[in-house]
């Protein structure tokens, strides 16, 4: 399976900044996906990334809070935008399955604070 | 509509076996996931199953899939301290199956006493 680095792993920021989550891959692979996990909740899917094309979002999460970028086939970028305490989660990023292996698997992820 | 639902907390006493049980809504589900989180840490796969199979099984791992009530269970043989975890069961539903999109249930907090 895929091996995916995550940056950085934790971060306490000031409301009204943003901050920029680094999710690189050892392997090319066509979906990338960015989820957030709010305290004590489950995992809810942010946007799908796909190279050279826009993110798709889910209900809910728009481009000018969440925006992302997919530069190539091993790299993405989330920004989360204008933040307020609200946005106080772990972000992880997750790729696709490839080959004969069916699991998505996921980057250690970003445990954001915002105070 | 797209639901998963799990049981939040069990506790058992090391050596016991565990069971984590999950319903899913989406009757056309293609792939059923088990996750584990430790504290601090990112999401690890544990297994997964195909909806064509009843059961798998992965060393101390057995995973049941009933289809016709849509529940999936996980069963930890011989649980040891460090399973301690939240483990999240994890569908995708199948108008999604091109997606990706996982739609994951709230996670059951496990809890092992020596």
């Known amino acids: 399976s895929a091996v995916i680095s995550q940056k950085p792993s934790r971060d306490i920021c000031q409301r009204g900044t943003s901050l920029t989550i680094q999710c690189q891959v050892d392997s090319q692979v066509t979906m990338m996906f960015w989820y957030r996990q709010q305290p004590g909740q489950s995992l809810t899917l942010i946007a799908t990334?796909?190279?050279?094309?826009?993110?798709?979002?889910e209900s809910g999460f728009v481009i000018d809070k969440f925006p992302i970028s997919r530069p190539n086939l091993t790299f993405s970028t989330l920004t989360v935008s204008n933040m307020s305490p609200e946005d106080s989660s772990i972000y992880l990023c997750?790729?696709?399955?490839?080959?004969?292996?069916?699991?998505?698997?996921f980057g250690s992820g970003t445990r954001l604070t915002v105070v | 509509g797209e639901d998963v639902e799990q049981s939040l907390f069990l506790s058992v006493r090391e050596g016991d076996s565990s069971v984590i049980n999950c319903t899913y809504t989406?009757?056309?589900?293609?792939?059923l996931y088990w996750y584990k989180q430790e504290p601090g840490a990112g999401l690890q796969l544990l297994t997964y199953?195909?909806?064509?199979?009843d059961m798998k099984q992965d060393q101390r791992l057995t995973v049941l899939l009933n289809k016709k009530d849509k529940h999936l269970s996980l069963r930890i043989a011989d649980t040891q301290t460090g399973d301690s975890a939240i483990y999240f069961c994890a569908e995708i539903p199948g108008e999604a199956s091109n997606t990706g999109k996982l739609i994951f249930g709230q996670g059951t907090t496990l809890q092992v006493k020596p």
């Open positions: 997750s790729v696709e399955p490839e080959g004969v292996y069916y699991g998505y698997t």
């Open positions: 989406d009757s056309s589900s293609t792939y």
């Open positions: 990334a796909n190279q050279g094309s826009e993110a798709t979002y």
């Open positions: 199953i195909f909806s064509n199979m």
